[in-house]
């Protein structure tokens, strides 16, 4: 049986909560452009999630549930009831997956370059192929191979390379195995009667901006805010568009 893991974490500021989840095989420095401009008026806790920067990388699957558990588990560490959670990428899936199994913690919801579909059975299959891949030789050639679709910013890359190479073997495959299962949340994220933002670049290489428009188009009390010139990566790309996002949703 799968256990909840005491995560490392970061926390700045005061005020309301907000809760941020990075992508995939990122760490939560990620986030760090953007706490000068959220630290006066959010309490900003910024967490590694399983197998990811400087929390532990215990063996199996890493189900989005089970990333959820973990952060819920986090936020009663904190004494935390309810915050509003952001989540990049894969940490966007987990935000859904939070959403889904603890409602009543949430005030509003933000996905950063994300998006609620499951993965299509070839891609599901490709990031099997991957984590056996990777098991087997490493995270140097995916690392490789990411690291320049992340970011329309060149200047960007190396940094982002060097973050991924940290990430443990372990943590890469078990949140391979784990995206490549999760459930499809359209309709629930549809269907759900809370703020929701979508933060997406309009030079996004791996979920395109239409495909964001959709999404949007579907929510009951969603919002679309599209960042200029920014790829996968907004909240380093630009971010005070994405900190001044997050601070609107903090408000309503």
Known sequence: MNQTINLYYQERGSGSPLVLLHGFPLDHTIWNPLLPFLTPRARVITPDLRGHGRSPAPQGSYSMGLIADDVAALLDRLQV??????????????????????PGRLSALALVASHASADAPERAQGRLDEAEQVAQAGTAQLVDGMAGRLTADPDLVEPLRQIMARTPRQGVVGALQGMAAREDANDFLADLDLPVLLVAGDQDAIIPLERTRALAARLQRGRLVVVPGAGHMPMLENPQVVAQALLELITQ
């Open 81 to 102: 009831e309810r915050c509003v959670l952001a989540g990049h990428s894969m940490g966007g899936y987990a935000a859904l997956a939070f959403a889904r199994a603890y």
